[in-house]
């Protein structure tokens, strides 16, 4: 026997469910937590500069800006705030970003036809583990399955006036059990909405490559965002970019 208590017969359960249900929706809409820059940034490279020392992104900022020595750079936000001590990664100049990419872009046309084959084949691997609806259907009626029982219980416990006790411990053993089929689906469902999103980025990767004919002569933001996820900045002349396949591209 439970003792009897007070506490609400659905706990912390119930809540959680109703924030998995919430993830899930922003997860489907697309907002993924921490991809919201790209929807108000006013600079290509707005939240995509990271830093090699303390992992914060970089903010843009314009030097000398009333003088003929003007000149934007990109500082690491934590050496901005908290000062040297804090970080000490010195401020990279726009145009020397510019033209990293366009180094990196141009390499990687060069080997366009070997680089789309192998994002190709990365799709392909990504996609043959998608889950497939069967499997979410399967889910789907277990969980319906488990809410009637529920139900049935509820009316059960008003038809006949089961001990409380004896009620609240099978409540709480059934709304677990559709809590736990509930989070397998969001997290099927999760993990498919990931590997859609690849699949769309690397598309588009393919489609801006195959697009393009000869050498890239300035910077394009269209392509810098349709190819990269982010710069790691070693030093202000070394990077890293990360492109959206995942692919780590260096630039000395
Ligand atoms: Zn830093």
């Known amino acids: 026997m439970i003792e009897k208590n007070h506490e609400p017969i659905i706990p912390k359960e119930v809540f959680e469910m109703v924030q998995d249900e919430k993830e899930r929706r922003a997860l489907l809409k697309g907002n993924l937590v921490g991809d919201r820059h790209k929807y108000t940034s006013k600079y290509a490279f707005s939240g995509k500069i990271y830093c090699g020392?303390?992992?914060?992104?970089?903010?843009?900022?314009?030097?000398?800006?009333?003088?003929?020595?003007?000149?934007?750079?990109?500082?690491?936000?934590?050496?901005?705030?908290?000062?040297?001590?804090?970080?000490?990664?010195?401020?990279?100049?726009?145009?020397?970003?510019?033209?990293?990419?366009?180094?990196?872009?141009?390499?990687?046309?060069?080997?366009?036809?070997?680089?789309?084959?192998?994002?190709?084949?990365?799709?392909?691997?990504?996609?043959?583990?998608?889950?497939?609806?069967?499997?979410?259907?399967?889910?789907?009626?277990?969980?319906?399955?488990?809410?009637?029982?529920?139900?049935?219980?509820i009316k059960f416990q008003i038809q006949n006036n089961l001990d409380e006790d004896v009620y609240k411990e099978e409540y709480i053993r059934i709304s677990k059990e559709l809590e736990e089929l509930r989070r397998r689906k969001a997290q099927l469902e999760k993990e498919n909405s990931l590997k859609d999103d690849y699949r769309k980025r690397v598309d588009e990767i393919i489609q801006v490559l195959a697009g393009r004919q000869g050498l890239l002569e300035e910077f394009d933001d269209k392509i810098f965002n349709a190819l990269v996820e982010k710069i790691e900045v070693l030093t202000p002349t070394h990077f890293i970019f990360v492109l959206k396949s995942g692919m780590r591209v260096e630039e000395v």
Do not use: H, P
């Not at 000398?64 to 000490?88: E, F, L, P, R």
């Not at 990365?122 to 497939?132: F, G």
């Open 53 to 153: 020392k303390c992992g914060n992104t970089f903010k843009r900022r314009t030097w000398n800006s009333t003088s003929k020595y003007k000149k934007i750079v990109w500082q690491c936000k934590t050496y901005i705030v908290d000062g040297k001590g804090a970080c000490d990664a010195k401020a990279v100049g726009e145009q020397v970003l510019m033209d990293a990419f366009v180094k990196v872009f141009n390499r990687i046309n060069e080997n366009k036809d070997a680089f789309i084959k192998t994002l190709t084949d990365n799709i392909e691997k990504v996609l043959s583990e998608r889950k497939t609806d069967k499997e979410i259907n399967a889910l789907d009626s277990q969980i319906e399955k488990i809410k009637n029982e529920l139900k049935g219980l």
